[in-house]
């Protein structure tokens, strides 16, 4: 990747457009970032959820606050003044990107 390009999240069966999926990339640009330890400490956070270790999960990170139990996750703007709705995606779909977004970070450093 050229010096100062971003990287676009994208993972399989993601619709560009759709609402949950737009919000998805954008917590991962926005909150995750291209950090792999962090991505990964979230990743734990989300598998502990969806296997039942945990019922349920909350962080307030950068741009977004998310929520998340085994099914649902909420995913809601951290500040007001952005004037964005809450958007829930099935939490499945949450992690789907979050592991190809932890590919991408990998490639793009390695």
């Given at each position: 990747m050229?010096?100062?390009e971003m990287m676009v999240p994208?993972?399989?069966?993601?619709?560009?457009g759709d609402e949950g999926h737009d919000?998805?990339?954008?917590?991962?640009?926005?909150d995750i970032q291209n950090a792999p330890e962090w991505a990964q400490i979230v990743?734990?956070?989300v598998d502990a959820i969806i296997n039942g270790?945990?019922?349920?999960?909350?962080?307030?990170m950068n741009a977004y606050i998310l929520k998340m139990d085994a099914a649902i996750c909420e995913i809601a703007p951290a500040y007001e003044?952005?004037?964005?709705?809450?958007?829930?995606?099935?939490s499945l779909e949450f992690r789907?990107?979050?592991v190809a977004w932890i590919k991408q970070i990998d490639q793009s450093t390695g």
């Amino acid at each position: 990747m050229a010096g100062g390009e971003m990287m676009v999240p994208d993972w399989p069966g993601r619709i560009v457009g759709d609402e949950g999926h737009d919000r998805i990339a954008a917590c991962l640009v926005l909150d995750i970032q291209n950090a792999p330890e962090w991505a990964q400490i979230v990743l734990d956070r989300v598998d502990a959820i969806i296997n039942g270790s945990e019922d349920h999960w909350e962080m307030a990170m950068n741009a977004y606050i998310l929520k998340m139990d085994a099914a649902i996750c909420e995913i809601a703007p951290a500040y007001e003044e952005q004037d964005e709705e809450i958007v829930w995606v099935p939490s499945l779909e949450f992690r789907a990107a979050l592991v190809a977004w932890i590919k991408q970070i990998d490639q793009s450093t390695g």
